[in-house]
Each structure stands twice: as structure tokens, then as C-alpha cells.
């Protein structure tokens, strides 16, 4: 069974950083897009940044210049680097893997659990 597992986050004060990670571990045969999304309190879930097989990534105009999204592959983590963060950043941030396990034929989307993010003075 696939597991994903979000760290990092945490409070800051506004204008800090906070660098997250996110570790699948099981049976995974390959992964294509990696993604983070976020959730504020009361809003719907948002698609924050996504990276694909080779690296291309993407963000909402909201963190441009501000964030950035990495992986590393042969770990099968992804990383989004959070800087110059702002109260409005404020949610629980989950990162999201198109993948395929082993000895299947389909490609999946797994989930982690969440890690809250807290930007406040």
C-alpha cells in the first residue's frame, strides 16, 4: 500500500520560509505529476504548485516568485520551498502523486494527510 507523508510545516512569521516535503513509500512502480495543494479554513482545496516526470513545473499566480517545487526521484519525495510567506498562506498543505504500483496497469492519484501552515505575527 502507498503512503504519503507530508513534514515541515509549521508557525511563522510573516516574510519567513518554510521549506515541506512529502515521502511516498510502498510498492510505487513509477510516479508522473507531483503536486501540492492547500486548503484554507472555510475555502475549497486549492492547487498550489505541480511538477511533472521532467520537472516542469507550475504555480497559482498567488505564490509565483515566492515558492518553488522540486523532486527528487530516486527518493520519490517532493519539496516546495515557501519564502516571503504571508498570512493569506495560511492552511493545511497536501501534496498529491499521479502514480502506478507495481504489477498494475492504471496510474492513480495519492494523497497525504496534510501538514498545517501558519503564517502569523
Known amino acids: 500500500q502507498v503512503q504519503l507523508v507530508e513534514s515541515g510545516g509549521g508557525l511563522v512569521q510573516p516574510g519567513g520560509s518554510l521549506r515541506l516535503s512529502c515521502a511516498a513509500s510502498?510498492?510505487?512502480?513509477?510516479?508522473?505529476?507531483m503536486n501540492w495543494y492547500r486548503q484554507a479554513p472555510g475555502m475549497q482545496r486549492e492547487l498550489v504548485a505541480s511538477i511533472t516526470s521532467d520537472n516542469s513545473a507550475n504555480y497559482i499566480d498567488s505564490v509565483k516568485g515566492r515558492f518553488a517545487i522540486s523532486r527528487d526521484n530516486a527518493k520519490n519525495t517532493v519539496y516546495l520551498q515557501m519564502n516571503s510567506l504571508k498570512p493569506e498562506d495560511t492552511a493545511v498543505y497536501y501534496c498529491s502523486m499521479n502514480l502506478i504500483e507495481l504489477r498494475s496497469y492504471y496510474y492513480y492519484d495519492a494523497w497525504g494527510r496534510g501538514t498545517q501552515v501558519t503564517v502569523s505575527s
Open positions: 510502498g510498492n510505487i512502480f513509477s510516479i508522473n505529476s
